[in-house]
């Protein structure tokens, strides 16, 4: 069965220059299914801000035949050996909504034991270019609203020349995630989410676009000295 696995590293700035230009992860890596190499942002922060983009932070979002195949890509390969110092979570498939292009999203889906487990959401997409401006109007209140929600344990965006936006979140559990995505939550403007989604489907902002749901499975590493962002259940 087909695992997900979503990785935090900081590398040095220069590689993490080339990398915004290209990806330290081959296509023809043995069990990868396929691979998304971002750059970390700031959830809510300021356009044009230092705390915005974070060049030496950056994301993996991958996809693996199986944890054996991820397991020896860690542990065998130059990349594999600096992610595995950060931190990653490592997830199995529950749901989708959209499509998006390399990921083969399995026929078979796990199962939360009930509405209070956690839950990791990821959403990445394909940006229209003209669409930006109305994206960013629309989107950062969202990530202000995801950013803060009491609900998340961990929470950021990432980005990929020249079109890849991407935001993942750890719920502390599937019901505070849901409240959040219909705007039933109980803090200011609860409704933000909602009304972005009632615009992109207005009008796209996306060539495609996807958000999907997993369980989390298993936790390594740390980022920014934690560790343990998955609650207990």
């Known amino acids: 069965m087909s695992i997900f696995s979503y990785h935090l590293a900081e590398i040095p700035f220069f590689e993490a220059i080339r990398g915004i230009f290209s990806t330290p992860i081959s296509k023809n890596t043995k069990g990868l299914i396929h691979s998304e190499y971002m750059t970390v942002m700031t959830l809510g922060s300021p356009i044009i801000s230092?705390?915005?983009?974070?060049?030496?932070?950056?994301?993996?979002?991958?996809?693996?035949?199986?944890?054996?195949?991820?397991?020896?890509?860690?542990?065998?390969?130059?990349?594999?050996?600096?992610?595995?110092?950060?931190?990653?979570?490592?997830?199995?498939?529950?749901?989708?909504?959209?499509?998006?292009?390399?990921?083969?999203?399995?026929?078979?889906?796990?199962?939360?034991?009930?509405?209070?487990?956690?839950?990791?959401?990821?959403?990445i997409a394909r940006m229209k270019p003209f669409a930006v401006p109305r994206f960013i109007h629309w989107g950062r209140p969202v990530e202000k609203l995801v950013r803060d929600h009491p609900g998340t344990t961990l929470s950021l965006a990432s980005v990929k020349f020249p079109n890849t936006v991407s935001t993942f979140s750890i719920w502390k559990t599937e019901k505070e995630m849901t409240d959040m995505v219909h705007g039933h939550s109980a803090v200011e403007k609860p409704k933000r989410h909602n009304a972005a989604m009632k615009e992109?489907?207005?009008?796209?902002?996306?060539?495609?676009?996807?958000?999907?749901?997993?369980?989390?499975?298993?936790?390594?590493?740390?980022?920014k000295g934690q560790s343990n962002y998955i609650p207990k259940t």
Do not use: C, M
């Open 50 to 123: 230092t705390s915005r983009v974070l060049i030496g932070q950056v994301a993996v979002f991958a996809q693996w035949e199986n944890e054996i195949a991820l397991q020896n890509y860690l542990e065998q390969t130059s990349f594999g050996k600096i992610l595995a110092k950060g931190w990653h979570v490592r997830l199995t498939f529950i749901r989708e909504w959209g499509k998006f292009s390399g990921f083969k999203i399995p026929q078979h889906k796990d199962k939360l034991e009930s509405p209070n487990s956690p839950v990791v959401a990821v959403t």
């Open 200 to 223: 992109r489907e207005r009008k796209d902002f996306h060539f495609e676009f996807t958000t999907l749901r997993f369980k989390p499975i298993a936790e390594f590493g740390t980022w």
